[in-house]
């Protein structure tokens, strides 16, 4: 059982498009995290919340509590956002992972 | 210098041998998390600890000690590795508002 799903699983997109990401998750939560894996490289959070809306460049993310359900956006995508995107819900005491998104952005 | 260190970063090991992995923090954060990453699988939890005196079982202990030597310090331990512990592994800390910084992370192998 997965308490946190993504989707979609891999994601090509040309530079410029905008991109969106799913998120669905079935436990209760305190705050939902969007992170991001660069390969090779350490994992950082990009956003932690727990409800509406959070923008940070041409990076947003949304939440809805009713529906158990995140998306993060982004627009005007650049090679450099290639990485992995990685949702995580948090419930106080553990958090729970999805399995990734890999996206990759072609010039 | 980064929030949490990891060491080391690559480490190659035969089956049978012990190994310790090593984490230090200086973001003065009580909870410590390792996990260990497998392609596919996401990140799963091995031990965390939210005190010094506070040592907890992840979804997938078995083979794994783990020693909290101080605030900072979190280390993991692989008594006997075993090939199917070859894996990248994450020490993680976060703080009262679950905001998680991660190390660079353990790329582990075991032949």
């Known amino acids: 059982k997965n308490e946190v799903e993504q989707s979609p699983q891999n994601l090509t997109a040309q530079e410029g498009e905008f991109i969106t990401i799913n998120c669905s998750y079935s436990?209760?939560?305190?705050?939902l995290h969007w992170l991001q894996q660069h390969p090779g490289g350490g994992i950082v959070s990009l956003f932690m919340?727990?409800?509406g809306k959070k923008k940070h460049g041409r990076l947003i993310a949304t939440i809805n509590i009713q529906e158990k359900h995140s998306s993060l956006h982004i627009t005007a995508s650049h090679p450099r956002d290639s990485a992995v995107y990685i949702c995580a819900a948090s419930t106080g005491n553990q958090f729970y992972f999805g399995t990734g998104t890999s996206l990759t952005v072609i010039p | 210098d980064a929030d949490v260190t990891q060491t080391p970063r690559n480490r190659i090991t035969k089956t049978g041998k012990r190994i310790m992995l090593e984490c230090s923090q200086t973001k003065g954060h009580d909870r410590m998390y390792w996990y260990r990453q497998d392609p596919g699988l996401g990140l799963r939890l091995i031990y965390y600890?939210?005190?010094?005196?506070?040592?907890n079982k992840g979804e997938i202990s078995d083979g794994y000690s783990v020693s909290r030597q101080a605030q900072a310090k979190f280390s993991l331990s692989l008594e006997s590795a075993i090939p199917n512990q070859t894996a990248l592994y994450f020490c993680?800390?976060?703080?009262?508002?679950?905001?998680?910084?991660f190390g660079s992370g353990t790329q582990l192998s075991v032949l």
């Open positions: 600890s939210f005190d010094v005196k506070d040592i």
């Open positions: 919340l727990s409800s």
């Open positions: 436990v209760g939560i305190s705050a």
């Open positions: 993680a800390t976060s703080d009262a508002g679950e905001k998680l910084f």
